[in-house]
Structure formats: C-alpha cells, structure tokens
C-alpha cells in the first residue's frame, strides 16, 4: 500500500517564476542514477570499457540532438542551453577526465564518470558568483544523461504526459524543461536549484509558477497529492485543506486579471501622478533575453552583463563574436538604448580550464575593470567590439566595480584607444555614447562628486554595494539575514549618490535587484532615480506602480524615511505609507 500523507502541508522555497497554479502532481524520479556501482576492470578489458563509456556518450548526443530538433517554438530561444549539454558530453574536463580515471584507475565507466563530475562540480560550487554556481547544474544534468545510458535507467518522458500536472521533481534540466507542453504542465517545483538556474530561467519565459530549492519536495509529495504553488511568494501547499484552495482560487484568479491588466499598459510610457517620466528597462544576460525586454515593455536595456560569453570555454571570445552578440541586441533594441557593461568577472573565471582558487577574497580581488585594466588586450578587443556595435543602434558603455578616479581615466583612455585603432583601420563605429560606471563600492560613493565629473552617469549596483558597505557575502546564507536593501546605510549611500548626480548635472540609475522589487518603488522614486533596470518580468509591476506613485509625496516620504535607525523601522515607514497601494498593486494579498 502507498503510504498516505493526507495532513495540509507548507513547504517554503526560492521563488523562481511568478503566478499561481493548483493541481495534481506528478513525480518525476531521476533518484536511480544516484547509486552507481564500483568495480575493477581487468587491464585487458579497459579498451571495451572506455568503448562502452564512449558509446553512452554517443547515445546521450543523440538524445540530446532529437530533443533540440523537435523543441517547441516558444523555448527556441532556449535551445542554446541544449546544445552548450551536446557540447559539455565531449567536454575535455569531463569526457578525457573520465577516460583516463578509468585507464588510471581501472574501474568502471560508471564510477570514473561520477567521481569526475562530483570534482567538477565541488570545483563549481566553490565559485563565488551565484550564475557560474548554476553551471554545476549543466555538468551534473550531462553526466547523468551519460550516466543513464550506462546504466540503462529508463527516464520519464516530460513530453508524453498526457495529464494537466504540476511537475515535481528533485531537479529538472533544459532538455526535460525544454519539453514542457504548455497545454498540460501547470508549473513545476523542485528540491534543487535557485533564481539563476536554467529552470527558473525557463519558467520564466513560458511563464508558468516554480518554486526551486525545496529540498524535500520529492520526498514529502507523493504522486497525485494536490498542490498549490504560489510562484510570487516561493510557497507550496500540499493537500489544501477546502479553505485554503477557496483562498488560492481567488488570489489566482486577482493575479491573472491583475497581469493581463498590467501587461496591457506596460509597453507605454510610465510616468508618475504629478507627470514624472520614469524609464523601467531590462537587465540581460544573453543576447536571447532581449525579447523578454521587449515583450514587458521595456523602455530599454538598463544592464548588458557580457561575462557569460566569456564562460565555459578555454579561449576569449573573438572581437567579431563579441561584436555579433552585441549587435544583435543594440539593433533589436534600437531606437531605445542598451546600456552594455563591460567584463565584470575575475580573471579565473574567465578562463574554464584555469583553477578559481588562487585568491583569498575573490570578491575583493582582481575581479571586473581591475581584471581589465591588467589585460589591455582582453580589454580592448571588447571595447573595440561595443565602438563597432554602437554604430547599430542606442548605445552605452558602464565600467563596473570603479573605486577610484583613476580607473575611469584609465578605461577611458583604452576606450579611446580602441576607437583610434578602429578608425585606423577604416571599420565603422560610434565612440559619441555615453560613458557611465556601476556604483556599487563604498570608495564610488564617497567620490561620487569627483568620479561625476569623469562620466554622464552613474548606475547604481546595490547587489554589491550592500555586499561591501555592510560587510555581508551577498552569498553566504549565514549572513542573508543582514542583507537588507532597506538598511539605512543603503538608503542613504543612494541618497547622496542621487544628489550630487543632480548637482553635477547627470544622470543617475539603478540596476541593482533593489530596482526590480515592486516595495521599493516608492522609496526609489523619492531618492530620484531616473531610470530603473531590473529583470524583465518585473517591469510590468514596477510601471504599474509608478504610474500610481507622486514624486513629490515620495519626496517628503524620503525626509521621513532617512531619520529611521533601523530596518523594521523603515519597513514600517512603507507599509503603513505605500501598504494599500502596494498590496492593490501586487496582488500578494
Ligand atoms: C550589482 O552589483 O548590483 C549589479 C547589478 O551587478 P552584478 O549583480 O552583476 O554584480
Ligand atoms: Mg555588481
């Protein structure tokens, strides 16, 4: 007899994906591939045993090669992912690694492929930025695929089910996801995972809830249970009780209408109620992501970052790569601007076959334009690349991590450089865009009034600058309680950055995750940002409630706001101000 779970129960993950869904689940149990047997191979039958690895490998490509074919066209975007997999099987630290373990020593293709991908990926999860984290994602998700044609494990069929379920499983790779049919899979939850994994990014896209980093969702739910997801807020609800399904009918029912509400007006311009004009664009990560930009509305692209071309790969993008990936987003944009960073990675990083633990404080270390400025080179053949693609379309260029005067100078004066080179050699380009920097070291904000004389704007980058004013590892969760974007010390860093942009006549942005997070509108709008960039899903909302905002009552807000000491002091300050419009406009109540 199955065991019976029959008691209502909540389980709390990473929200990766917003809305919500309620239906039955259905396991997808990938668990077999985690007991690998181990045995020796006799020396005369190594070769047969590296055959068959090579074989499974093949098998895997195959799969890997019919699941792209037959992708559907919403997640075509997506097929990137896909094919990184095809690449990554025959990947040197994999594939070669686990053939000479088994040459070495002389055990089973199964065992060598496990222990070369669990060293991978400790190698991976050492890493400090949170997207090459994700990656150990893709090697385990690849040597599984190997691993379940070495073993011969039968795997669902994502795309056979033929019931409208919510998808449970202990994690999901691009080519499961890559196969969700819309018409039937509500939306999908799973132990392992975060916001920068493929699965969310995913879910994303075709827009459907997910929670991610349950844990123990596999193991609680069992087949057929019915769920709740609540996307927005990263909760799960196992077997509702009657009243629980009445209220998550209706908020379900709030959120649609409320999205097809804001989803109608989020492609005109936002302004507020004393007629302020706010721009609310898009962060991206790959070119692909521009249409996300474009389908909420975007009003442009606030933050390119440009590190994921540098990854997963031995070599440094070429000028002409670089300059294709470029192109295609400042053209697709165009006439409205993209704000393109440059290299914001550490130098280990950045090479794949090089080791990322040479340095104590990685995220004190020769990370982003100090990485640059020591590799004029690497330097300017992106810089050469974003002169060339500027000539498409509305274009800026941001230097982030400046913590000094002299950085601006320096990056500038390569800036120059690479323009001069290029007019030499008669290629088109634009070197008349703006030149701005992140703000997101407390040295940038202290000089704010020097460094504004240097640039035509400042983008402010709480991500790190609360990681560095408050001494918090913005990934450590030992001490993610600390890291509020609400603490005083935030608040007013933006202040003063925002005032002495004003004073000195430029512009000033934010593209931290503070900008994307609906509650912070008011306080954003009162500290005088002029243009917020945030990932696209959430440009909907934040137009929204810009449009229901004043300027001038955030203003006097804002006088209020900065004499709080504490957190939960200011926290209060925005609930008992902006809590109705804020809760009528996001619907999490
Ligand atoms: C930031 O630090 O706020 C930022 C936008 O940059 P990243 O998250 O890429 O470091
Ligand atoms: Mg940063």
Redesign the pocket.
């Known amino acids: 007899m199955p065991e019976k779970n029959t008691a209502e129960i909540k389980l709390t993950g990473i929200s990766a994906s917003p809305g919500i869904c309620i239906g039955k689940a259905y396991i997808v149990d990938r668990e077999g591939v985690d007991v690998v047997e181990q045995y020796p191979v006799e020396e005369n039958n190594i070769n047969k045993e590296i055959k068959r690895f090579q074989t499974a490998v093949k098998h895997a490509k195959d799969e890997l090669n019919r699941i792209i074919k037959n992708i559907p066209e919403e997640l075509r975007q997506q097929a990137y992912i896909l094919e990184t997999h095809s690449l990554l099987l025959k990947d040197k630290m994999l594939y070669d690694r686990t053939i000479d373990t088994i040459r070495s020593e002389r055990i089973n293709a199964e065992w060598a492929l496990k222990k070369v991908s669990s060293n991978l990926k400790t190698m991976f999860l050492d890493i400090a ?2 997207y090459l984290r994700e990656r150990a994602a893709d090697i385990v998700q690849v040597s599984d695929r190997i691993l379940r044609n070495l073993v011969g494990v039968e795997t669902v069929n994502i795309a056979e089910i033929d019931k409208r379920v919510i998808l449970v499983a202990r994690d999901l790779s691009p080519a499961d996801t890559s196969q969700i049919n819309l018409g039937r899979i509500k939306g999908f939850i799973t132990n392992l995972g975060g916001k920068a994994s493929h699965t969310g990014i995913i879910a994303r896209t075709l827009e459907i809830p997910a929670v991610l980093g349950l844990e123990n969702a596999t193991r609680i739910i069992k087949n057929d249970n019915i769920l709740i997801i609540d996307g927005t807020t990263g909760t799960v609800i196992v077997n509702p009780t009657e009243a629980t399904l009445i209220e998550f009918e209706d908020r379900r029912a709030r959120y649609e209408e409320y999205k097809s509400l804001i989803g109608r007006s989020s492609h005109l311009p936002a302004e507020t109620t004393d007629g302020i004009p706010l721009q609310a664009h898009g ?1 991206i990560e790959l070119p692909e992501e521009v249409f996300a930009v474009i389908n909420y509305g975007g009003d442009g692209v606030g ?1 390119y ?1 440009t ?1 994921f071309q540098y990854m997963n790969r031995p070599d440094f993008p070429t000028e002409d790569e670089l300059f294709d990936k470029y192109k295609d987003v400042v053209e697709v944009m165009a006439p409205k601007s993209v704000t393109i ?1 440059t290299l ?1 990675i550490n130098g280990d990083k950045a090479l794949a076959n090089q080791s990322v633990a040479d340095e104590a404080n990685p995220a004190l270390g020769l990370r ?1 334009i100090r990485y640059c400025l020591q590799k004029p080179d690497v330097f300017k053949t992106q810089l050469r690349a974003i002169l060339r693609a500027a000539a498409f379309g509305n274009t800026r260029i941001m230097f ?2 400046i913590s000094s005067y002299e950085e601006i100078v320096a990056a500038i004066r390569l800036l120059d450089e690479a323009a001069e080179s290029l007019y030499r050699e008669n290629i088109a380009f634009n070197r008349d865009i703006d030149v701005g920097i ?1 703000v ?1 070291v407390p040295s940038a904000v202290i000089m704010a009034d020097v460094l504004a004389g240097a640039v035509d704007f400042f ?9 560095y004013a408050m001494a918090i590892d ?1 990934g450590n969760p030992l001490v993610a309680h600390l890291y509020h974007a609400l603490h005083p010390a935030n608040i007013r860093m933006i202040k003063h950055v925002a005032d002495v942009a004003r004073e000195k006549g430029i512009k000033v942005f ?5 900008a994307g997070d609906p509650a912070y509108v008011p306080i954003l709008l009162g500290l005088g940002m002029d243009e917020l ?1 945030m990932n696209p899903q959430s440009i909907p909302v934040v137009k929204s409630l810009i449009r229901s905002l004043s300027v001038a009552e955030a203003k006097t807000f804002i006088t209020e706001v900065l004499k709080q000491p504490t957190v939960a002091d200011v926290e209060r300050l925005v609930r008992n101000t902006y809590g109705q419009i804020l809760s009528a406009q996001m619907y999490t109540g």
């Open positions: 930025d949170e962060n933050l970052r590190e960073r914001d982003a982030p991590m992140m997101e983008s402010i980058g709480t991500n790190d600058l609360i990681q913005r934010m593209c931290g995750e503070m960039s």
